[in-house]
């Protein structure tokens, strides 16, 4: 009976093993329709299939070489009791904490705004006369705090966890489908850009920190609604991969055009099978797909670019590898790569069709 048991244990192990290596093999579905047009092509012209080459892609460098180092200013606890009536005691006291210093990238950017902010206004209701000596300490500390912001906020994208892995590149092509975490991404990202351009492109105008609390909870509601996604590194993926595919697969066809005829007196129902591939596969889900990545970088780009040009106005040290990949992904070097092998994809149908004289449609 022991010897039964332990069988039917091993037999049921091994297939629970099996099904879940065929789950971790499954195709993605976007991949397998680029995969299908590109073997249907092959199948028709009656050659093999060029194997797809593995895609470069420049990685978002290690968080240690992304993150700005920030000398610490500190206020003495003299100081800082004194500042109680600017509301300013508490909020320091909850940073100076066990826990205040071991907050995330994104509570500390919410801290440094509402520390700006309460030392702004500070500043707007001490006395000249009575308040001189707190005044002149604390104006060169403003000054201090109000630089670092910059670097503040190019830690907490690059370097902060939730961030960090939403630009951080995957393995597998987006799905088309899932156009809800597009949109959670660009939420967060537009906001980070207009907190940017509202508090280091321009000076606000201090408020009372009892009216502030709660302003920056945005900020840590988007931290939340990203957490679980990487979307952006994906699609910076997906223009690279379908970059490769396309290029492998023009280049095939180019290679291969002669055995296609067209003309007068000639057999030309090779180059109609061709023509039926083009709309039943490129047309109704090659296209459709490009389209779709195509509209969700024209859509990212420019908050990326934004956020960029803003904090690139401060001294913050890049490293190579990190303009590289600004380079590709924010500056759009890999969008322009995509687009050419798409339009090189097109104009061969469009020179295959003027060969064989295919009405557009048909």
């Not at 680029?34 to 199948?43: E, K």
């Not at 895609?55 to 290690?62: E, I, K, N, R, S």
């Not at 993150?67 to 003495?76: E, M, S, V």
């Not at 801290?111 to 006369?129: A, I, M």
Request: with cysteine.
């Amino acid at each position: 009976m022991p010897n039964t048991f332990n069988s039917t244990l091993k037999t049921f192990t091994l297939a629970l093993g099996l099904v879940l290596l065929l789950a971790g093999c499954k195709q993605n579905s976007s991949e397998a329709a680029f995969d299908n047009y590109h073997q249907r092509l092959t199948n028709v012209l009656d050659i093999d299939p060029t194997p797809i080459p593995n895609t470069d892609v420049l990685p978002l460098p290690q968080k240690r070489d992304l993150n700005q180092a920030l000398p610490d200013i500190r206020i003495g606890l003299l100081d800082a009791y004194e500042l109680r009536q600017c509301g300013l005691f508490q909020l320091i006291a909850e940073r100076n904490s066990i826990l205040g210093k071991v907050q995330d990238k994104t509570r500390s950017l919410q801290y440094e705004l509402l520390f700006l902010n309460g030392l702004s206004y500070c500043l707007t209701q001490l006395k000249p006369d009575s308040d001189s000596d707190l005044v002149a300490e604390l104006t060169p500390i403003y000054q201090q705090k109000q630089q670092q912001l910059p670097m503040i906020f190019w830690n907490m994208i690059f370097t902060g966890e939730e961030w960090r892995k939403q630009l951080t590149l995957g393995h597998e092509l987006v799905d088309s489908e899932k156009n809800s975490a597009f949109l959670t991404s660009l939420s967060a990202f537009s906001y980070v850009a207009d907190l940017i351009n509202n508090n280091v492109t321009t000076t606000p105008t201090p408020i009372a920190p009892a009216l502030i609390e709660n302003k920056y909870q945005d900020l840590l509601h988007h931290q939340q609604q990203i957490y679980n996604s990487r979307y952006i590194g994906d699609l910076f993926y997906s223009l690279a991969r379908t970059t490769t595919w396309l290029n492998t697969i023009t280049a095939q066809l180019n290679a291969n055009q002669d055995l296609i005829l067209c003309g007068n007196n000639m057999n030309q129902q090779k180059a109609k099978y061709l023509r039926n591939v083009f709309y039943k596969f490129y047309v109704a889900d090659i296209q459709r797909y490009l389209a779709h990545l195509d509209s969700q970088y024209q859509q990212i780009q420019p908050v990326l670019q934004q956020i960029h040009q803003q904090l690139n106005q401060a001294p913050i040290q890049v490293t190579p590898d990190m303009q590289g990949y600004i380079d590709a992904y924010i500056n759009g070097e890999a969008y322009r790569q995509f687009h050419q092998s798409t339009l090189d994809h097109v104009k061969f149908w469009q020179r295959l069709f003027k060969q064989c004289n295919f009405k557009v449609g048909q």
